[in-house]
């Protein structure tokens, strides 16, 4: 499965895969996936605010501390989870089902009802305890020695596969167990979207062995009811990625997912077999998880460090969001304005993906810095050094949402400078294998710092400042982020 993912692929594959993409990220879905990240950051808030609440009451005036990179795992991974598979993930603290509910039709609430209603409940269950363990013991750090040494020496991966698989340790064959569960209950899930189509009057034989499913268009658009929890038969939501995936290979015709990517007009590609989608619907999640996770707790430090900037995202939040138990909507998206700068400046910071790569195309050469590269070498780009460079970045380890701010009176004097201007900020990377995912996650910061900060303020405890980072595939708090929720109101 992981060979077949967009991540890995390259030449035309990763051309074919990029496309199938693209309508999971067109303006229509991206409206569709905002109930859910609402719903999900609400479920978080009020949890957090309960807890906080039902603290100071045990203890007068002492509060609840949580690990809020932790909170914000949970909250992500049911985002994607759920947005992914269409199905809820019930990866937010099981505490919190019951609070939820209550005060706001959360769109999490919504599914959890849809999914019990349908029995499909499992489906969620077994999928985030698959991917819990794939991404415990998949991880160089918690997992098996031979992913240690293969990460130190890439050259010799296969070779430590096959050697993983003949004398597997005890993580190795947890990881491979969790693996084989999760395709399974993905293909599970395929077969029933398939038999759902099939039954609906559609053709949906074939794509397994790489046939196209020609004329087996699905009539719904799909977007939004992976977020209102409305479904189809199978228990796949419409508008769900695996939903437009599998409509995307059925030659353009179900939902959206059978528009064509930019610039892809007129290009033709074969369409995937069931193994390319399940892999696609798997790296949605790795890929969007703990990145935005990550992203979400290092701008919940840049504010808790910054008071000035605490204020001023407040005032924009109440301003947008003055109803009681109002939830940032579409067309609020553009007026959270400085909320959107907060997180481009803690990205900038602290950029989750720290680092990416290229390889000089075979045959050619690269000069950088008057050094020539040979062709077929891989190039490391430092986005957290580059983004920190004081030659390009004025006051560059200033917290300075205002950056990114084109209204702000600072905006000009804070520009990057020099040759490297244009590509400075680039927490998602540049150039055609940018992050493909990048509204969605910009999206989904942004709701739920508003949707947070509307009900809360977060104490930094002690020993927090500086922050500790631990930077592997991606950066990380060292430890998570230890704060202590404020609720704004008394309830
Ligand atoms: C704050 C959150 C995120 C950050 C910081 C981030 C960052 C990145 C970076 C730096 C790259 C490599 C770009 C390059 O080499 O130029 C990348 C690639 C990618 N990201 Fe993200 N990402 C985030 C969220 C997401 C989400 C939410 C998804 C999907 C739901 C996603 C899916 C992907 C995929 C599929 C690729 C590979 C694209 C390709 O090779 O064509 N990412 N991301």
Same mark, same amino acid.
């Given at each position: 499965?992981?060979? =077949?993912?967009?991540?890995?692929? =390259? +030449?035309?594959?990763?051309?074919?895969?990029?496309?199938?993409?693209?309508?999971?990220?067109? %303006?229509?879905?991206?409206? +569709?996936?905002? %109930?859910?990240?609402?719903g999900?950051?609400?479920?978080?808030?009020? &949890?957090?605010e309960a807890k906080a609440t039902a603290a100071a009451g045990a203890t007068a005036g002492g509060g609840s501390s949580v690990d809020m990179w932790r909170e914000l795992g949970g909250m992500t991974l049911q985002v994607v989870g759920s947005t992914a598979y269409g199905v809820?993930?019930?990866?937010?603290?099981?505490?919190?089902?019951?609070?939820?509910?209550?005060?706001?039709? *959360?769109?999490?609430?919504?599914?959890?009802?849809?999914?019990?209603?349908?029995?499909?409940?499992?489906?969620?269950?077994?999928?985030?305890?698959?991917?819990?363990?794939?991404?415990?013991?998949?991880?160089? @750090?918690?997992?098996?020695?031979?992913?240690?040494v293969a990460m130190l020496f890439p050259e010799l991966r296969s070779l430590l596969l096959t050697l993983a698989h003949t004398l597997p340790d005890e993580k190795f064959t947890i990881l491979t167990k969790a693996r084989t569960r999760l395709c399974n209950t993905v293909? #599970?899930?395929?077969?029933?979207?398939?038999?759902?189509?099939?039954?609906?009057?559609?053709?949906?034989a074939g794509a397994s062995s790489g046939k196209p499913d020609a004329g087996a268009g699905q009539s719904n658009n799909g977007v939004g009811a992976a977020a209102t929890g409305g479904r189809g038969l199978s228990g796949v939501a419409p508008g769900s990625f695996l939903?437009?995936?599998?409509?995307? &290979?059925?030659?353009? +015709? =179900? +939902?959206?997912?059978?528009?064509? /990517?930019?610039?892809?007009?007129?290009?033709?590609?074969?369409?995937?077999?069931?193994? $390319? @989608?399940?892999?696609?619907? #798997?790296l949605f999640i790795l890929?969007?998880?703990?990145? *935005?996770?990550?992203?979400?707790?290092?701008?919940?430090?840049?504010? /808790?460090?910054?008071?000035?900037?605490?204020?001023?995202?407040?005032?924009?939040?109440?301003?947008?969001?003055?109803?009681?138990? $109002?939830? %940032?909507?579409?067309?609020?998206?553009? &007026?959270?304005?400085?909320?959107?700068? !907060? !997180?481009?400046?803690?990205l900038r910071l602290f950029p989750p993906a720290h680092l990416t790569s290229r390889v000089v195309p075979p045959g050619e050469t690269l000069t950088v810095g008057g050094y020539t590269i040979p062709g077929g070498t891989a190039v490391y780009l430092p986005m957290y050094l580059a983004h920190r460079d004081p030659a390009v970045w004025p006051r560059a380890e200033e917290f300075l949402p205002e950056r990114f701010l084109p209204s702000s009176p600072q905006y000009e004097s804070l520009q990057p400078r020099g040759a490297a201007q244009q590509h400075a900020h680039a927490p998602f990377g540049y150039g055609s294998r940018m992050c493909i995912g990048y509204k969605f996650a910009m999206q989904e910061?942004?709701?739920?710092?508003?949707?947070?900060?509307?009900?809360l303020t977060f104490t930094l405890e002690p020993g927090q400042q500086p922050l500790k980072l631990v930077a592997s595939v991606t950066m990380s708090p060292r430890g998570g982020l230890h704060v202590t929720p404020v609720p704004r109101r008394k309830l």
């Open positions: 499965m992981l060979s =077949s993912m967009l991540l890995r692929a =390259s +030449g035309s594959t990763w051309r074919q895969l990029r496309a199938a993409w693209q309508p999971a990220f067109a %303006p229509a879905s991206l409206a +569709g996936y905002l %109930p859910l990240m609402t999900c950051a609400d479920q978080l808030a009020r &949890r957090l809820d993930f019930h990866s937010i603290n099981e505490e919190d089902q019951a609070g939820s509910g209550s005060g706001s039709a *959360t769109a999490t609430a919504g599914a959890t009802a849809a999914a019990k209603g349908r029995g499909d409940d499992g489906y969620g269950k077994q999928l985030a305890a698959a991917c819990g363990q794939i991404f415990r013991y998949g991880s160089p @750090v918690h997992g098996s020695p031979y992913l240690r293909f #599970q899930l395929i077969d029933s979207w398939k038999q759902q189509h099939s039954a609906e009057g559609a053709t949906a939903d437009l995936m599998l409509g995307h &290979r059925q030659g353009g +015709g =179900s +939902g959206s997912g059978g528009k064509k /990517a930019e610039g892809e007009e007129g290009v033709e590609h074969a369409p995937l077999t069931d193994e $390319q @989608v399940a892999g696609q619907v #798997q890929a969007g998880y703990e990145t *935005t996770a990550n992203a979400l707790a290092f701008a919940v430090y840049c504010i /808790a460090t910054h008071p000035e900037v605490e204020s001023r995202l407040l005032r924009e939040v109440d301003d947008v969001l003055p109803g009681s138990d $109002q939830l %940032p909507g579409e067309s609020d998206l553009p &007026r959270l304005a400085y909320t959107e700068a !907060v !997180v481009n400046e803690a910061a942004k709701v739920a710092l508003a949707t947070l900060y509307r009900r």
